[in-house]
């Protein structure tokens, strides 16, 4: 998973492939078990532009996970799909300015070994919702889940009364 990006990118090189979630320790720790998968796709580009060539990695990221739900504690399944773009900036090159990175994407430095795996965790990370929630479950031992009056309606049926 070790590329030479900027070389990967002239040749626009290609590389599919499938994660094993237990190689990704920082992913794993949010993950109900490991029992998701995640097909990706690198893909090298090179443009030619006005003030030179620009260099940039496509990234695909494809699949389902199983978080904890943070009301219930239980599996929530979850479909990922990710599509972003990474400008190599060569060593010395100027780094392009913040507020073009939305548009073009996140730069990053143009390494000779650049390592995918921890680019493709960091990319699954920040698609991820911090408190993902099932649309309707409620937490273990509330009486809500078995359709039993909550204590909070009966408090409000007393201050009724
Ligand atoms: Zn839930």
Not at 13 to 38: I, T, V, Y
Not at 146 to 151: D, I, K
């Amino acid at each position: 998973m070790v590329i030479d990006s900027l070389e990967f990118a002239r040749r626009h090189g290609r590389l599919p492939g499938r994660l094993e979630l237990g190689q990704l320790p920082r992913l794993a720790d949010g993950l109900f078990d490991a029992k998701g998968n995640l097909d990706f796709a690198v893909s090298g580009e090179m443009k030619v532009k006005a003030g030179g060539e620009e260099y940039s990695l496509a990234l695909s990221i494809d699949g389902m996970l199983r978080l904890i739900c943070q009301r219930c504690l239980g599996a929530l399944e979850y479909p990922v799909r990710i599509r972003s773009r990474l400008i190599l900036v060569q060593p010395g090159a100027p780094w392009p300015d913040e507020t073009l990175e939305d548009d073009i994407g996140e730069a990053i430095e143009a390494g000779r070994e650049l390592d995918l795996m921890p680019l493709l965790e960091e990319e699954i990370l920040l698609s991820l919702p911090i408190a993902p929630r099932h649309a309707t479950c409620a937490a273990p031992g509330n009486p809500a889940a078995t359709g039993e009056t909550s204590p909070f309606a009966k408090l409000a049926q007393l201050k009724r009364n």
